[in-house]
């Protein structure tokens, strides 16, 4: 994006990527469909930034979802919003859209020089291994876009941390979001339901500090613990309460649509020769991964007690023991700091340089956020580029 406000003004811009082909996180991000942004108000919207919602709120101003539309649609792509306002291309996937953004930079001229690894500065020139070796270049501005520290495989290691910490730059160590947590299953329900789905739950998860965290929707059992939608929602607080105690407990709602009293008044029928497993299918749609939940936690006993099984269904005790490595995350927290950043995303101890992406201290949910977030940003760090440039 950055590369895309320069071209545009005019000057010669080179993009320099560690890898052998562009956008491949970019590629990784609509493997499953290519959710490009949010439709809900934009007020909601900017609240799905938490602390860095002030920081990114003027950027997000300028670039907001219907402008990334707009601009989506101007590489000849339609986009439809779906059931949940997520917002996708027609055709759900990445490929068609970074081959059209790709075709539009190389007619304005951007240059890509791909396998062409940053290694930080000699003096105020950039390093880079290349296949041909070691490669110095002259730069009258630089844009570090270098990612965070999910999916390294596709490009962002986050080795840069400490080439910018030994200049100076105040960077917050790198964090998983959106990722799978560890629960100590039992052997029999590890090897039995790893991979299913539990829909619809909903979790509460109330920290240390007494903030309360409601939400509905979906999880996977993993062979580690769970992962899914739902608890990526809440990895933040998830992974901060983790990391201040040790362990983080939440609780399952395997009935989100019922209420406790529907949940034992259906539950004190007459059970006949009905086993407890059939009655509860019977009388509540519970059965396979969410009936083998129930055994995790309760003894045959309290299996037996419809009281004690109801409030059980209702708040089913999970102890969270650890987040999954950031390597497996969908995105990171931390970064460089905002303080370190000027309106323009320029490194205020280094002028000419600019920060843009994932490789700033924020976080955000999936659901269009994190792709619209590292787009405004992109763009904020060209246009501060090109002010500087023109004030030089």
């Not at 649609?73 to 490929?95: C, D, H, W, Y």
């Not at 390597?327 to 340089?353: H, T, W, Y």
Request: aromatic share 8%.
């Amino acid at each position: 994006m950055a590369a895309e406000v320069l071209s545009q003004a005019g000057l010669n811009v080179t993009v320099y990527d560690a890898m052998p082909s562009a956008g491949r996180k970019f590629l990784m991000a609509g493997k499953g469909g290519m959710n490009i942004t949010h439709s809900e108000s934009f007020e909601r919207f900017l609240s799905r930034y938490g602390a860095r919602r002030a920081e990114l709120e003027p950027l997000l101003n300028e670039f907001a979802p219907d402008a990334l539309r707009a601009w989506v649609q101007g590489l000849g792509i339609e986009t439809f919003v779906g059931t949940s306002g997520r917002v996708f291309p027609n055709e759900m996937k990445a490929a068609p859209l970074l081959r059209a953004w790709l075709h539009r930079l190389r007619s304005n001229g951007v240059q890509f020089r791909m396998r062409h690894r940053w290694l930080g500065w000699t003096k105020n020139e950039l390093r880079f291994d290349t296949p041909d070796g070691e490669r110095i270049v002259q730069a009258d501005a630089v844009i570090l876009a270098l990612g965070g520290g999910s999916w390294p495989q596709l490009g962002s290691t986050g080795v840069w941390q400490s080439m910018l910490a030994q200049r100076g730059i105040a960077v917050e160590p790198l964090k998983p979001v959106n990722c799978g947590f560890e629960i100590a299953w039992s052997d029999y329900f590890r090897e039995r339901f790893a991979g299913q789905p539990l829909k619809p739950v909903s979790i509460l998860f109330t920290n240390q500090n007494g903030e309360t965290f409601n939400q509905q929707g979906e999880l996977t059992i993993a062979e580690y613990g769970l992962e899914g939608g739902l608890i990526y929602a809440l990895s933040a607080p998830l992974r901060d309460e983790i990391a201040a105690s040790g362990s983080a407990l939440i609780q399952l709602d395997l009935l989100p649509d019922r209420s406790l009293a529907n949940i034992i008044d259906r539950l004190g029928k007459p059970r006949g020769k009905d086993s407890l497993g059939n009655h509860l299918r019977k009388r509540l749609g519970i059965s396979g991964a969410k009936a083998a939940l129930l055994r995790e936690v309760l003894s045959a006993a309290e299996m037996d007690d419809p009281s004690k099984l109801a409030k059980t269904l209702k708040a089913l005790p999970i102890t969270l023991t650890a987040t999954r490595p950031i390597a497996e995350a969908i995105s990171s927290a931390g970064g460089v700091c905002f303080n370190e950043l000027d309106q323009r995303l320029m490194l205020r101890k280094f002028p000419g340089v600019f920060v843009a992406g994932e490789m700033v201290d924020w976080e955000a949910p999936t659901g269009g956020y994190l792709l619209t977030a590292c787009l405004a940003t992109g763009r904020t760090a060209g246009l501060g580029a090109l002010a500087w440039l023109q004030q030089q």
